[in-house]
């Protein structure tokens, strides 16, 4: 039998119980798309923090104290490889930030409020949504810039000097509102000011309480290893040095641990699928033994019943192949659409995928095809 007819005849297998094979092909296609969407969407994930990262870059590190010495940030600014240095002050914990003066005191809503760098943006990446951040006129007036979280959970929808806040009982007007900060979220929930304007209306900011830099990227390993004597040579081990794309990285590893275990529930789809292709060839073979044994009464040899239906057990697993790898992509594009996230689908991954599906066909249907081969022509016609 040519190739041609092989296929043909493993066709005519599968159309004469079209349900039967399109059920079957279903546990084949859970399976294969149930892994290729976590493959993919973790893939997707991987280049949506990469994506971050290469915009926000991965030189950016941060040294916190309770109380650094106000000289912290001009020292940290005189090592060599620091290109960029801005700090913020925590402000003190009397000093909330409230709608309006009718709030109770108790909802603070959990916003942190800064004395902030007027550099601040440019060493974090952070970005404004609306309005404008603080300059050297505003930092020193009452007003106040905040972030993303902090501005939802003050119901402020656009920034405007007729728009108040009460800062420590005293009113600012609020200029501007950030984008989410990645690598910094905790900016995201903060109300920023200008250090000028903390201590002249709140009598504060005057010591660091955070200060992030950016170093070059050969050298970010060297300077994180010096920056907490820098910051504070008297008690250096009482503050913490971090690089905040760690945690990015961190998070990404994180994921992975977890798409294993669903990679590992496909799997197991996977072996269900196989194992129900291998019970509906077994069931064709008795329902056809009139068929193999007419064919083998007509000159057919033995070879040639076992690769009809390792054909069609083939056959089948592609199809629900094919349908798995259809509806794994369509999972990872409309996840990553709704993430804001690059969809990407690895070619390897849907190579290993159809792979996967020959095999499944060729172990589920060996047997079953080895049992209609060894039906004698008349015991196939009697039955």
């Known amino acids: 039998m040519s190739p041609a007819d092989l ?18 092909a279903l546990g084949i296609a859970i399976g294969i798309a149930a892994m290729l969407s976590v493959v993919g969407i973790s893939a997707s994930g991987q280049a949506h923090v990469q994506k971050t990262l290469d915009s926000l870059g991965t030189n950016l590190l941060t040294v916190e104290g309770d109380q650094l010495p106000d000289t912290a940030t001009a020292m940290i600014r005189r090592i060599g490889p620091v290109t960029l240095a801005a700090a913020v002050s925590k402000l003190p914990d009397s000093v909330h930030v409230y709608r309006n003066d009718h709030v109770p005191a108790e909802q603070t809503n959990g916003i942190i409020a800064y004395a902030a760098d007027l550099t601040l943006p440019q060493v974090t990446g952070a970005r404004i ?13 009452p007003a106040v810039v905040l972030g993303a979280d902090a501005a939802r959970r003050l119901g402020i929808t656009a920034p405007s000097p007729a728009v108040l806040l009460v800062l420590g009982g005293r009113s600012f007007a609020v200029v501007g509102v950030l984008r989410p900060v990645p690598l910094t979220p905790e900016l995201d929930s903060a109300a920023l000011i200008g250090v000028p304007a903390a201590r002249q209306y709140l009598g504060s900011g005057r010591h660091p309480s955070k200060v992030y830099l950016r170093a070059t990227d050969q050298q970010v390993v060297a300077v994180r290893d010096v920056l907490a004597a820098t ?32 990679l590992g529930l496909g799997a197991v789809a996977l072996l269900v699928g196989g194992i129900g292709v291998a019970n509906t060839m077994l069931i064709s073979v008795l329902e056809r033994r009139a068929e193999i044994g007419l064919r083998r009464s007509l000159g057919a040899r033995r ?27 369509l999972v990872i594009h409309g996840y990553a659409a709704l993430q804001s996230w690059p ?23 060996i047997h079953p095809a080895i049992r209609a081969a060894r039906l004698s022509p008349t015991t196939a016609l009697a039955a």
């Open 7 to 24: 296929l043909r005849v493993g066709v005519s297998g599968l159309r004469t119980r079209p349900l039967r094979a399109v059920l079957s």
């Open 129 to 141: 949504a609306q309005g404008s951040w603080l300059n050297a006129a505003t930092a020193a007036y």
């Open 231 to 262: 910051a504070d040579p008297v008690t250096p081990y009482e503050t913490i040095v971090s690089r905040p794309s760690d945690a990015l990285v961190a998070k990404l590893a994180t994921e992975h641990a977890f798409n294993a275990l669903l």
């Open 303 to 329: 070879g040639h019943i076992r690769l009809q239906f390792l054909t069609e057990s083939l056959l089948l697993t592609l199809l629900g192949g094919a349908a798995g790898t259809a509806l794994g992509t």
């Open 343 to 365: 969809a990407t689908v690895p070619w390897w991954a849907v190579s290993a995928g159809l792979a996967a599906t020959v095999c499944v066909g060729g172990i589920a249907g």
